[in-house]
């Protein structure tokens, strides 16, 4: 297919959203699904991990004259289908056709993976944080970071489109790639798929760094004590501190002291040792 003059026909966004919707619905009758990119208001993407993929994409000086296109057609609906796997990502997008959109990215390499958990290790309690950002500035700016962070450099992404543009990124590209930004809303994990990341790791790592760095003798609470051997202790923050015992000291305190623990060692089952 090629365009007169190197410049495709104007398509509405009436007329898009119209061919994208009879596209859908011609997969379904087919028994194929479709996992379209639907936005809501102006804003591509609204969470944390979202808008720092686009903010990240934008980073990218040479994608500056198409990424517009690009986020008009995914704020329009031209995206009828979109899927990340492992190292790629596939889209349908409408335009005055429909076009096959491919991208390829490469895995965030291993050693800068390593320096990500190391980096985070103790600082990352649970896979919810991580996944809705809810974590310390420092931790954030290190896996967003642009050149050790998790998203893919420039040299990292291979763009191709069935459309005749001859961009290297068309409208159809970027309208994909701002997709994935609107899908990280949804689907934070999706980064880490991409990337070849288990974000698991972060988590194991967080717990290493607790264990490592408790000190090795350990602090029993006082009713785990007392559960444990069976025996009522007295509260020690309601018991008044004892004074070393002097001299002076009658000896009746002392005993009276003895009596109740010897007491209380009574109470313990004869099968516990």
Known sequence: MSWNGGFAPYVSVATRRRNAAKVVATLKKSGKTTEPVIIEGRKIAT????????????????????????????????IIDLT??????????????????????KPV??????????????????????LQGQLSAGVM?????????????????DLACSCP?????????????????????????????????NQSELISAASQASWTT????????????AELFGIQLEDPESSPVSEPVVKST????????????????KQVPNTVI
């Open 250 to 265: 009658p000896v009746k305190i002392v005993k009276k002291k003895s009596l109740k623990v010897s007491l209380k060692i």
């Open 214 to 225: 408790t000190d090795n003798a350990t602090d029993i609470d006082h009713d785990d004590l």
């Open 84 to 105: 990340i796997a492992p190292g790629e990502i596939h889209a349908q997008v409408s335009g005055s056709s429909l076009y096959q959109v491919q991208i390829k990215i």
């Open 165 to 197: 543009d001859w961009a290297v990124m068309c409208k159809h590209v970027a309208a994909v790639l701002y997709g994935v930004g609107a899908r990280l809303d949804h689907q934070p994990d999706a980064l880490f798929i991409l990337r070849q990341a």
């Open 141 to 157: 700016a290190q896996l967003c970071d642009a050149e050790a962070g998790l998203f893919p450099k420039h040299n990292d992404i």
């Open 47 to 78: 969470t944390f991990w979202g808008k720092a993929w686009c903010d990240h994409l934008e980073n990218f000086s040479d994608y500056d004259n198409r990424l517009p296109r690009g986020r008009t057609y995914a704020r329009n609906g031209s």
């Open 109 to 130: 390499q291993a050693m800068q993976w390593q320096t990500i958990v190391q980096n985070c290790a103790g600082k990352i309690d649970s896979l919810i944080e991580l």
